[in-house]
């Protein structure tokens, strides 16, 4: 048996492992895997479980099978798994680590064509410290930017979406927050943080490794930085209206010679049709929900006066345990030397949740131009979140 096979045959085994373990099932929110960032929303620094803030474990796995064809442009036939785990520690009501590894193809097959779990590897996520007392919170460790709303909520099949380009994670530095709390009026908070892309051993991985960091925020120190506003729960008809202000500041970088600079404008707001919308958590209620996000940046990937912009345009809807959305991005490029480009993308998905929420099964059409060429795209996903340690207590 080959290395690689053997590599392969290692992860399945790991994978169909992660997929037995028992438990129920966790809600991990919106997003592609479904959400870019498990385990470490940002909304979770105000969270509480009953009446008391630890202290305690929390484990949960999420494994996830996702398959992409298309015979345009390039072909593609891609079978791919992905295993996030991720767990909670509370030390003390104020004081909580977060970690969360990913199995997941960090190796991108060269003719897009390598279809059987190739270039699986295991890989970091968010990896912090936080303290927080409700109101003021301060994150140290290794974050994603709260950068984007598009990047958490917008479901789908299909990772080739728009908005992952402005998805930060991998950021090692300091994340701090101040915030209103949640009176009546949706939480408010103010967010700033300091930071330079993560190029310790946790950008490394497992079995198989991703492409040593380059670009923005590469060259090395905390001299990268963000500030920000977001509030979610905003009562407008129902509490549901969440909004994010942010800018973003990269310092130079491994061939980014020039400081990248974005600002994004964005909202999500989901109107309950019938039912309350504490039903959500048993599938039981049917709402729709409109998403717009602007995004602008400066000195892209670190080359000087090359600037991007991109539309989203999203629609979620929840009938029962059925889901359905569609999303319309545009991106226009410009680039010195180059002409000004446009490119499109349009996807439509239907998915069933079976056992609970984000227990997921999903098929999706993409319709997407890059440079002029058109692609096709047909997939499947499926979703399985799992809570293998809920609340363990670590002493009486």
Do not use: C
Not at 101 to 124: C, H, K, R, S
Not at 126 to 140: F, L
Not at 253 to 278: K, L, M
Request: aromatic share 16%.
């Amino acid at each position: 048996m080959s290395a690689r096979n053997l590599k392969s045959l290692v992860v399945l085994v790991a994978a169909l492992a992660a997929m037995a373990i028992p438990g129920a099932a966790r809600a991990q929110g919106g997003g592609n895997t479904p959400d870019p960032r498990p385990f470490a929303l940002f909304r979770d620094l105000f969270d509480t479980a009953g009446e008391w803030h630890g202290p305690w474990v929390n484990m949960a796995w999420q494994p996830q099978v996702q398959w992409q064809w298309q015979s345009e442009g390039v072909p593609k036939n891609d079978l791919t798994t992905q295993v996030s785990w991720g767990t909670y520690v509370w030390f003390t009501p104020e004081l909580t680590m977060n970690v969360n590894l990913t199995l997941d193809q960090v190796e991108q097959p060269t003719d897009n064509n390598q279809w059987f779990m190739y270039g699986e590897g295991i890989t970091a996520g968010d990896v912090w410290v936080e303290w927080s007392d409700q109101r003021t919170g301060i994150i140290g460790g290794r974050f994603t930017a709260p950068f984007g709303i598009a990047p958490l909520v917008l479901p789908g099949v299909f990772d080739t979406n728009f908005v992952n380009n402005y998805s930060f994670g991998g950021l090692m530095g300091g994340l701090g927050t101040l915030s209103t709390g949640d009176e009546g009026g949706g939480i408010h908070a103010l967010n700033a943080a300091f930071f330079g892309v993560d190029t310790t051993f946790m950008a490394d991985g497992i079995f198989a490794s991703p492409a040593a960091p380059s670009g923005p925020g590469t060259g090395g120190g905390v001299d990268s930085w963000m500030i920000g506003y977001s509030g979610v729960n905003i009562p407008l008809l129902f509490p549901t209206l969440q909004v994010n202000v942010a800018y973003i500041n990269f310092g130079d970088g491994i061939g980014a010679p020039a400081q990248q600079q974005g600002f994004d404008a964005g909202f999500y707001w989901q109107y309950v049709i019938d039912n309350d919308g504490t039903d959500t958590l048993d599938a039981k209620y049917w709402s729709i929900g409109p998403l717009f996000e602007y995004v602008r940046f400066w000195n892209t990937n670190g080359v000087a006066d090359a600037d991007a912009e991109y539309y989203t345009f999203g629609l979620i809807t929840n009938y029962g345990n059925w889901q359905a959305d569609a999303t319309l991005g545009w991106q226009n490029l410009d680039t010195p030397g180059s002409p000004a480009q446009d490119n499109f993308l349009f996807t439509a998905n239907v998915g069933y949740n079976f056992f609970g929420p984000q227990s997921l099964l999903q098929v999706g059409y993409a319709y997407q131009e890059v440079a002029g060429v058109v692609d096709h795209q047909v997939g499947m996903q499926v979703n399985f979140p799992i809570n293998a340690l809920e609340y363990f207590p670590l002493w009486q």
